[in-house]
């Protein structure tokens, strides 16, 4: 791994704290709407709870459970996760908290695609241009610690959409 400025780390956690303190925790019944016992224990584990106060443990359990959460959950917990990151970039939460936000979808029929593309255009909905802003600089950051480029398709399929939706403020 490319070692990153410590300075570089905590000002971007600063800048997440800062564009994220507005947001409001999402009401109980809409932290992972979906019904199946996976969401069921996303559900228990992350209502009423600050992002601000998850433990280690669990960032690192449920590593890969920001695709269940509802776009308000999303955006509400995708700091936690980011801030978890940036303390450990070689880590699972890591990687799939850059894939929560790379734009991706398969090419099967047209109406899948759409709807795919709607998934994806829904996660991002509520979010404001600044907390846009500090998701390219979390891609950026991840793309420059990554001395392996795993990480290059999805950091630029995510910039890339990130950066359209910031073009429309
Ligand atoms: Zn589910």
């Given at each position: 791994?490319?070692?990153?400025?410590?300075?570089?780390?905590?000002?971007?956690?600063?800048?997440?704290?800062?564009?994220f303190a507005k947001i409001s925790h999402p009401a109980?019944?809409?932290?992972?709407?979906?019904?199946?016992?996976?969401?069921?224990?996303?559900?228990?584990?992350?209502?009423?709870?600050?992002?601000?106060?998850?433990?280690?443990?669990?960032?690192?359990?449920?590593?890969?459970?920001?695709?269940?959460?509802?776009?308000?959950?999303?955006?509400?917990?995708?700091?936690?996760?980011?801030?978890?990151?940036?303390?450990?970039l070689d880590s699972p939460t890591c990687e799939f908290?850059?894939?929560?936000?790379?734009?991706?979808?398969?090419?099967?029929?047209?109406?899948?695609?759409?709807?795919?593309?709607?998934?994806w255009d829904s996660r991002f909905s509520l979010f404001?241009?600044?907390?846009?802003?500090?998701?390219?600089?979390?891609?950026?950051?991840?793309?420059?610690?990554?001395?392996?480029?795993?990480?290059?398709?999805?950091?630029?399929?995510?910039?890339?959409?990130?950066?359209?939706?910031?073009?429309?403020?």
């Amino acid at each position: 791994m490319n070692p990153i400025p410590t300075q570089r780390i905590a000002k971007l956690k600063e800048a997440i704290a800062l564009s994220f303190a507005k947001i409001s925790h999402p009401a109980p019944n809409n932290i992972a709407p979906h019904q199946c016992e996976e969401c069921a224990e996303a559900r228990e584990t992350f209502i009423q709870k600050d992002w601000r106060m998850l433990s280690s443990d669990v960032m690192e359990g449920h590593f890969d459970q920001l695709s269940l959460l509802s776009p308000e959950a999303f955006q509400f917990f995708l700091p936690a996760f980011m801030c978890f990151s940036l303390d450990h970039l070689d880590s699972p939460t890591c990687e799939f908290t850059v894939y929560a936000l790379a734009f991706n979808y398969t090419r099967k029929t047209k109406e899948e695609t759409d709807r795919q593309i709607e998934w994806w255009d829904s996660r991002f909905s509520l979010f404001e241009k600044d907390q846009l802003l500090v998701l390219i600089n979390f891609l950026d950051l991840v793309k420059d610690s990554d001395d392996r480029n795993y990480f290059q398709d999805e950091v630029q399929r995510g910039k890339h959409h990130i950066e359209l939706l910031v073009s429309k403020y």
